[in-house]
T-cell receptor
Framework: AQKITQTQPGMFVQEKEAVTLDCTYD???????LFWYKQPSSGEMIFLIY??????QNATEGRYSLNFQKARKSANLVISASQLGDSAMYFCAMREIQGAQKLVFGQGTRLTINP | DAGVIQSPRHEVTEMGQEVTLRCKPI?????LFWYRQTMMRGLELLIYFNNNVPIDDSGMPEDRFSAKMPNASFSTLKIQPSEPRDSAVYFCASSPVQTAKETQYFGPGTRLLVL
């Protein structure tokens, strides 16, 4: 069974600093996708970035990048130059590429950016 | 383009009452997912449909929960009878044919409170 672990319940970072949110996963599948979502206080789930298990390069989307270490089964999200608007819950999720289409989510990390 | 639409956005009801949550997926999306988010259990998949057909309902907590998708543009999640432990945010999400990097697009959620 797939499992996502986010070990940081909360993080506090100064504005403009970079921050790394940890995510480790467990799966027996060879083909899978890893996703990060942001959930601000308003409640909606916002897709941030995707990494495929066979992608050779780490994914990047603007200020977001994914530090993917397949052998260690980790997919950490890096936010560069953090902004006050980055304060939110962040969820790591995984999905099999073949078979079941459901996303399995971690418990999330609450990120607070201090001015 | 309109995103995933959910109604109502908030629902307060009394224990024992029937609750119906509604979802309109993004036009052209073949997959529809119902998730529930609570503090204790995080985000968990309840059921998902492919081309209006339920594929995996293993996450539906018990017989009090039922979901239907009568056509490609509408789905309902019904709880009958409702209980206080059903209080949660219920998300509907949709996605097109599942290519490797296709994300799921979430609706704004329905915040349910059962008294």
């Amino acid at each position: 069974a797939q499992k996502i672990t986010q070990t940081q319940p909360g993080m506090f970072v100064q504005e403009k600093e970079a921050v790394t949110l940890d995510c480790t996963y467990d799966t027996s599948d060879q083909s899978y996708g890893l996703f990060w979502y942001k959930q601000p206080s308003s409640g909606e789930m916002i897709f941030l970035i995707y990494q495929g298990s066979y992608d050779e390069q780490n994914a990047t989307e603007g200020r977001y990048s994914l530090n993917f270490q397949k052998a260690r089964k980790s997919a950490n999200l890096v936010i560069s130059a953090s902004q006050l608007g980055d304060s939110a819950m962040y969820f790591c999720a995984m999905r099999e590429i073949q078979g079941a289409q459901k996303l399995v989510f971690g418990q999330g990390t609450r990120l607070t950016i201090n001015p | 383009d309109a995103g995933v639409i959910q109604s109502p956005r908030h629902e307060v009801t009394e224990m024992g009452q029937e609750v119906t949550l509604r979802c309109k997926p993004i036009s052209g999306h073949d997959y529809l997912f119902w998730y529930r988010q609570t503090m204790m259990r995080g985000l968990e998949l309840l059921i998902y449909f492919n081309n209006n057909v339920p594929i995996d309902d293993s996450g539906m907590p018990e017989d009090r929960f039922s979901a239907k998708m009568p056509n490609a543009s509408f789905s309902t999640l019904k709880i009958q009878p409702s209980e206080p432990r059903d209080s949660a945010v219920y998300f509907c999400a949709s996605s097109p044919v599942q290519t490797a990097k296709e994300t799921q697009y979430f609706g704004p959620g329905t915040r349910l409170l059962v008294l």
